[in-house]
T-cell receptor, first 114, second 113 residues
């Protein structure tokens, strides 16, 4: 039973470059969440989707961040242009739709912007 | 929105002792409370959750209790082992957006030999 799959696991790039993080949710799950984790700010929700539709992007820090979910089995989080302060671990999670459903996390992408 | 406070931020116990981590929440409508364990460099992993229609739930050495009146819930780990060492996060849903969770700031648990 495959869990949430994220790629890449690690990304190191120079500031100003475009970064694309990818996520494949658990099959059958129709809610998908993007989180960012840093020591200073903890685990922050950036955006979430229900049935491929963005429901709440209030956590997206600024216009440099964008997320898409073109189909039920794939989502991307893009940062353009990237900045050193974007360095963090980015997690994707998925769940069944509706309240009170467990969220299952992927292994995360460790992003370093030099 | 929901506000979740978690205490303590760090906890050190000897192997075999019990550990208790507490969280409070602000929204009385919240009705689902998961706990996650995150080992160093790994993903948060759901270890137990409780819904508001019960006051306690157990799974082997782990238990969660819920006090809806006081708006707090606790994680209890008995007979701690070195592999229990990790950061533990509580969470609660945000009103009106039941899919969204607000996470606590985490408790770093260290189990010493």
């Amino acid at each position: 039973d495959a869990g949430v799959i994220q790629s890449p696991r690690h990304e190191v790039t120079e500031m100003g470059q475009e970064v694309t993080l990818r996520c494949k949710p658990i099959s059958g799950h129709n809610s998908l969440f993007w989180y960012r984790q840093t020591m200073m700010r903890g685990l922050e929700l950036l955006i979430y989707f229900n049935n491929n539709v963005p429901i709440d992007d209030s956590g997206m820090p600024e216009d440099r961040f964008s997320a898409k979910m073109p189909n039920a089995s794939f989502s991307t989080l893009k940062i353009q242009p990237s900045e050193p302060r974007d360095s963090a671990v980015y997690f994707c999670a998925s769940s069944l739709k509706g309240g009170n459903q467990p969220q299952h996390f992927g292994d995360g992408t460790r992003l370093s912007i030099l | 929105g929901e506000n979740v406070e978690q205490h303590p931020s760090t906890l050190s116990v000897q192997e075999g002792d019990s550990a208790v981590i507490k969280c409070t929440y602000s929204d009385s409508a919240s009705n689902y409370f998961p706990w996650y364990k995150q080992e160093l460099g790994k993903r948060p992993q759901l270890i137990i959750d409780i819904r508001s229609n019960v006051g306690e739930k157990k799974d082997q050495r782990i238990a969660v209790t819920l006090n809806k009146t006081a708006k707090h819930f606790s994680l209890h780990i008995t007979e701690t082992q070195p592999e229990d060492s990790a950061v533990y996060f509580c969470a609660a849903p945000r009103t009106g957006t039941a899919s969204k969770l607000t996470f606590g700031t985490g408790t770093r648990l260290q189990v010493t030999l």
